[in-house]
């Protein structure tokens, strides 16, 4: 990241770190704007049901820093005290606008 090496103050923090210090400022993590960043699908089995298995999402999350040797984040905050309900259920889908690049295939004429 050029931008980071180009700044007057660069001070690399772990990610617990900087949670505890936008906690401070009155904010709370929810996640990565990259939801894909945040999976373990990815990952060896057994170090997928190894951090599946951490309770804590925060501390999942510096793990998962660590395992991918990730060293910048974009990371969405919001105020501290909302309670968060990070469910993902089809009920909360349908209030979404999804655009894609996918297009249907189309049809083999031989098997119409």
């Given at each position: 990241m050029v931008f980071?090496?180009?700044?007057?103050?660069?001070?690399?923090?772990y990610f617990l770190d900087f949670i505890d210090q936008a906690a401070?400022?009155?904010?709370?993590?929810?996640?990565?704007?990259?939801?894909?960043?945040?999976?373990?699908?990815?990952l060896p089995e057994n170090a997928r049901k190894q951090l599946d298995a951490v309770p804590d999402r925060l501390l999942r999350e510096q793990y998962l820093d660590f395992i991918l040797g990730r060293g910048f984040r974009q990371t969405l905050l919001c105020r501290a005290g909302h309670d968060l309900d990070l469910a993902v259920t089809p009920q909360?889908?349908?209030?979404?606008?999804?655009?894609?690049?996918?297009?249907?295939?189309?049809?083999?004429?031989?098997?119409?």
């Amino acid at each position: 990241m050029v931008f980071d090496l180009l700044a007057e103050t660069n001070e690399p923090m772990y990610f617990l770190d900087f949670i505890d210090q936008a906690a401070e400022y009155g904010l709370q993590y929810i996640a990565e704007s990259d939801v894909q960043k945040m999976r373990t699908a990815q990952l060896p089995e057994n170090a997928r049901k190894q951090l599946d298995a951490v309770p804590d999402r925060l501390l999942r999350e510096q793990y998962l820093d660590f395992i991918l040797g990730r060293g910048f984040r974009q990371t969405l905050l919001c105020r501290a005290g909302h309670d968060l309900d990070l469910a993902v259920t089809p009920q909360r889908m349908e209030h979404f606008l999804v655009a894609s690049s996918l297009r249907p295939q189309e049809a083999d004429r031989e098997s119409a």
